[in-house]
Structures are given as C-alpha cells and as structure tokens.
C-alpha cells in the first residue's frame, strides 16, 4: 500500500483536483491514505482538503523539505509517494510504483510533462527519460521504500531549495533508482509568468551555484530576486 504525502503552501486552486485524480488513476486500489502537509497556508488550501476526507496536518516548519518529512512521519504504509499539488500522475501509477518496488528498485520517480505546449518545455521533458541528477526535477515526483527513505534520514530540512537533488543522490547510495518511462503533468505555471527561456536559466543558475557550494540562503535570496512567484 502506498502513502501519498503532499506539500502545500496556499494551493487552493489546485488541491481538490489533484486530490481527486489521484483516486480516480489508483486503479488498484493501492492508496491507503492521502496526507496533505501544509506549511501554514493563508487561503482557503486547508479547509479544501479537509473537504475531500484526506489526512491534513500542518507542519510547524515551512519549507517543502519539512513538510514532506512530517507528512511522512504520520504516513502508515511502507511505500511514501511525494507529490508537488500542482502535478498529477499517470493512470494506473500505483501499480507503477508497486511494480517498480517488486522488481528491486528502491525509489524512483516518473518522467515530466507540461500543461503548456511550446518546443522548449517539450525538449525539457524528453531528457528526463534518462537516469541523470542534472535533469531530476522534484515535479517528477518520488517513491521511496519507508525503510530506504528513513536510511537517509528523510529529507534535509537546511534545503530550502533543491532538496529533490539531495535526497535523490543520497537514495542512489542506498538503492536501486528508476525513472518509470511515463510522464507526470505539471503546471508550467512558473515558467508563464516569468517568461520560458528566463526561467530556464535562472533554474540552471541555481543549480549551479548549489554544486558550487554556495549556501541555501544565498541560493534563496538569488531566487528570490530572478523569480516571480509568491513561494519556492
């Protein structure tokens, strides 16, 4: 049975249709609860998901790393699936996941599309077919055996960004990894309101500076000033 742990931080527009797909695609049957980590939202975000009888907890920290590390300390099932609110799973991903898991594979995570059809997003995605850490993004998604998750001692909560890059090469020296050869959907929202190519190189910048060793709260501080948006 799978666990699946959603960061939210003012996602009202998204969480009850993402909530619902997920019910709908779990063709198997496998979810055996949704948990909704909320980092302190200030709409409606809350309420929404308690509307939809899922597990709703809110995390005394605020930050994504946090917030999918406490929803997975309340999650009851040996397979944890993290999941941003703005992204939905292919049909029948469950049993992907399971699958993925009895074959020997540890964690994992799905290919990317976006709900926006341009050339270059388009190219984005077909790259991220392969197994490299430069082209993980954390709207991937990731499963993640409960065992193998906590042999890594969860999420680094330092990491404001970037924490999907931290997690994924520290599971890599635990377990097998995969990259399930479907995509997930995402919004491509970021990219729209600050323009496709401007975003693309503002995240490689980030990037960058992270394996340069530059600090989270310099990596925060340059996001914040090249982005448009109203949280990370």
């Not at 998204?14 to 797909?21: G, L, P, Q, R």
């Not at 409606?44 to 809110?58: L, W």
């Not at 790259?127 to 193998?148: C, E, M, P, W, Y």
Request: charge should be positive; charged fraction near 20%.
């Amino acid at each position: 049975m799978i666990s699946v742990i959603i960061p939210t931080f003012n996602e009202e527009e998204h969480i009850a249709a993402t909530i619902k797909i997920l019910r709908q695609y779990d063709e198997q049957n496998l979810i055996k609860e949704i948990i909704i980590a909320d980092g302190g939202s200030t709409d409606n975000t809350v309420v929404i998901a308690k509307s939809q009888n899922v597990i709703t907890v809110i995390s005394q920290k605020k930050g994504r790393a946090a917030q999918m590390n406490f929803g997975a300390s309340n999650a009851t099932s040996e397979i944890l699936y993290f999941l941003h609110a703005d992204t939905i799973p292919p049909n029948n991903f469950t049993n992907d996941i399971v699958q993925s898991i009895q074959q020997g594979y540890g964690a994992g995570c799905f290919m990317l599309s976006f709900d926006h059809d341009h050339w270059f997003l388009k190219a984005n995605c077909w790259f991220t077919r392969f197994d490299v850490n430069a082209i993980r993004f954390g709207d991937q998604s990731l499963f993640v055996t409960k065992d193998n998750f906590n042999k890594v001692n969860g999420f680094k909560e330092d990491h404001i960004v970037l924490e999907d890059q931290q997690i994924i090469k520290q599971l890599k020296k635990v377990t097998w990894f995969v990259i399930i050869k479907k995509p997930v959907l995402t919004s491509a929202r970021k990219y729209i309101e600050n323009g496709i190519y401007k975003t693309q190189l503002i995240f490689f910048i980030i990037y960058f500076m992270y394996h340069l060793g530059y600090s989270q709260q310099k990596l925060v501080t340059t996001y914040s000033k090249l982005i448009r948006q109203n949280k990370l």
